[in-house]
């Protein structure tokens, strides 16, 4: 393969059309590549990915995970994925009990109740748009509940919709933040405030409460006078971010990849039990959250190549998924491959504590709508989301149903 090093740039439009050879490239000829371009360095061999996701000490956190220079604009503190020890456990312990398996388990009727609700008018139409009616409103519905967000019938409840959207706006081939990204910003933080002070007056069953009322060793988590870059912030941000973009982005992906193989969706049609294999496959194949970043502690040698104290390295998850030399065939799409050690809720301290949650959610999503959509197909071309450089997440994807 004749590509030369610069061409990995996750910014680029070209480059996210089609990342996977840019990938085995790098896995290759680069395994510790060097942007010239960005200043950083990037794994992308499986082994590699795991090892320094799991070595939390010397691949550090606090410069963000997300690698392009805006991003610390909206994450603030308290923002758990940019924490490091001991803060880090400290804050995920204050919302770890809400994910629970045993909590998420209740779920799952809320869950069913809410995916028949929007797909109750599929039957008898000739076409939906899997996005906007399913992927996008699914988790919105679940995980504003969880949050303690207002329902669909409550005020307020718009504009958040319309925020989620707008929060990660960016132009193609354009690292920053859009002045509509900086503005939902602005907006969902003013409303945090609010929201928080006001379970702080009056309590209810939900994280808010949770987050306000919180201590950590006797001190107060939440600021007295809570502004945009109190802790508490930070982490209502994350939970917000985390909990509805990428469900939604691992949703659309699911429905795309199993209209572009119906082989596989039969399968699934066929043997219902199949489908969190078929999840697994999904987040291992088009992995929704394809790179986070890291700052190394110390020097660190790789492969031949040493990367300094204090440099910046990108743990390439999407590239690691798709490593030969640790799945077999990287490239086809297999519902049938049985457990799968991927990386796409990362891994060790900041493994993803809502995978349990999105797991569920996707699940149910597939049990309810296969049956419905039938032999579906792709209506026309997905849209792509503007957001982070490097997720899957899908603002319109038409199919033709075909039940
Ligand atoms: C399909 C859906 C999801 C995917 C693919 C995903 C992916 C990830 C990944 C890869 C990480 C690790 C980041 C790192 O290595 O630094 C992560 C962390 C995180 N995710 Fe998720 N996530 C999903 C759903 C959720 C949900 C539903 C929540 C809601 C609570 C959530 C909240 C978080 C938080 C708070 C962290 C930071 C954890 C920490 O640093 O301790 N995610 N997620």
Redesign the pocket.
């Given at each position: 393969m004749s590509l030369t090093g610069t061409e990995y740039d996750p910014f680029s439009v070209a480059f996210q059309a089609d990342p996977f050879p840019v990938y085995r490239w790098m896995q290759d000829q680069a395994p510790v590549f060097h942007s010239e371009k960005w200043g950083w360095w990037a794994l992308s061999r499986y082994d590699d990915v795991r090892a320094a996701?799991t070595d939390p000490d010397t691949f550090l956190?606090y410069e963000g995970?997300d690698i392009d220079d805006t991003a610390k604009d909206q994450s603030g503190p308290g923002f758990?994925?940019?924490?490091d020890n001991p803060r880090?456990d400290q804050v995920?312990r204050i919302?770890q009990p809400?994910?629970l398996p045993r909590r998420i388990a209740a779920q799952d009727p809320g869950i069913r109740r809410v995916v028949r609700d929007l797909i109750g008018s599929w039957p008898g139409r000739s076409e939906v748009d899997l996005a906007q009616e399913l992927a996008w409103p699914m988790?919105n519905e679940v995980?504003f509940d969880?949050l303690g967000l207002p329902s669909a019938r409550e005020e307020g409840r718009e504009q958040l919709e319309r925020w989620v959207h707008e929060l990660k706006d960016r132009r193609p081939d354009d690292a920053r933040l859009t002045p509509v990204a900086k503005a939902a910003t602005a907006g969902i933080q003013d409303y945090f405030v609010r929201l928080l002070e006001e379970r702080r007056r009056h309590p209810r069953e939900d994280l808010v409460t949770r987050i306000v009322q919180a201590d950590i060793d006797g001190v107060r988590f939440a600021d007295e006078h809570l502004r945009p870059t109190s802790e508490a912030l930070g982490l209502m941000m994350?939970?917000f971010?985390?909990?509805?973009e990428?469900?939604a982005?691992?949703t659309g992906t699911l429905f795309k990849l199993l209209a572009e193989n119906p082989d596989q969706r039969a399968l699934l049609q066929r043997d219902p039990a199949l489908i969190p294999a078929a999840i697994e496959e999904t987040?291992r194949y088009a992995?929704?959250?394809q790179l986070?970043g890291?700052t190394t502690a110390r020097e660190v040698t790789l492969h031949g190549v040493t990367i300094p104290a204090g440099g910046r390295v990108v743990?390439v998850?999407g590239a690691a998924n798709r490593d030969p030399r640790h799945f077999p065939d990287p490239d086809v799409y297999d519902v049938t491959r049985g457990r799968l050690r991927h990386?796409?809720?990362?891994?060790g301290?900041?493994?993803?504590?809502?995978?349990p949650?999105?797991?569920r959610?996707?699940t149910i999503a597939a049990e309810e709508a296969l049956p419905v959509l039938g032999n579906y197909a792709l209506a026309g071309a997905p849209v792509r989301h503007p957001t982070t450089p490097g997720m899957y997440v899908w603002s319109h994807l038409p199919l033709s149903v075909r039940a």
């Amino acid at each position: 393969m004749s590509l030369t090093g610069t061409e990995y740039d996750p910014f680029s439009v070209a480059f996210q059309a089609d990342p996977f050879p840019v990938y085995r490239w790098m896995q290759d000829q680069a395994p510790v590549f060097h942007s010239e371009k960005w200043g950083w360095w990037a794994l992308s061999r499986y082994d590699d990915v795991r090892a320094a996701a799991t070595d939390p000490d010397t691949f550090l956190s606090y410069e963000g995970i997300d690698i392009d220079d805006t991003a610390k604009d909206q994450s603030g503190p308290g923002f758990l994925p940019d924490l490091d020890n001991p803060r880090h456990d400290q804050v995920r312990r204050i919302v770890q009990p809400h994910f629970l398996p045993r909590r998420i388990a209740a779920q799952d009727p809320g869950i069913r109740r809410v995916v028949r609700d929007l797909i109750g008018s599929w039957p008898g139409r000739s076409e939906v748009d899997l996005a906007q009616e399913l992927a996008w409103p699914m988790p919105n519905e679940v995980f504003f509940d969880v949050l303690g967000l207002p329902s669909a019938r409550e005020e307020g409840r718009e504009q958040l919709e319309r925020w989620v959207h707008e929060l990660k706006d960016r132009r193609p081939d354009d690292a920053r933040l859009t002045p509509v990204a900086k503005a939902a910003t602005a907006g969902i933080q003013d409303y945090f405030v609010r929201l928080l002070e006001e379970r702080r007056r009056h309590p209810r069953e939900d994280l808010v409460t949770r987050i306000v009322q919180a201590d950590i060793d006797g001190v107060r988590f939440a600021d007295e006078h809570l502004r945009p870059t109190s802790e508490a912030l930070g982490l209502m941000m994350v939970l917000f971010l985390g909990g509805v973009e990428s469900t939604a982005g691992l949703t659309g992906t699911l429905f795309k990849l199993l209209a572009e193989n119906p082989d596989q969706r039969a399968l699934l049609q066929r043997d219902p039990a199949l489908i969190p294999a078929a999840i697994e496959e999904t987040i291992r194949y088009a992995t929704p959250l394809q790179l986070v970043g890291r700052t190394t502690a110390r020097e660190v040698t790789l492969h031949g190549v040493t990367i300094p104290a204090g440099g910046r390295v990108v743990l390439v998850y999407g590239a690691a998924n798709r490593d030969p030399r640790h799945f077999p065939d990287p490239d086809v799409y297999d519902v049938t491959r049985g457990r799968l050690r991927h990386l796409g809720f990362g891994a060790g301290r900041h493994g993803c504590p809502g995978a349990p949650l999105a797991r569920r959610e996707v699940t149910i999503a597939a049990e309810e709508a296969l049956p419905v959509l039938g032999n579906y197909a792709l209506a026309g071309a997905p849209v792509r989301h503007p957001t982070t450089p490097g997720m899957y997440v899908w603002s319109h994807l038409p199919l033709s149903v075909r039940a």
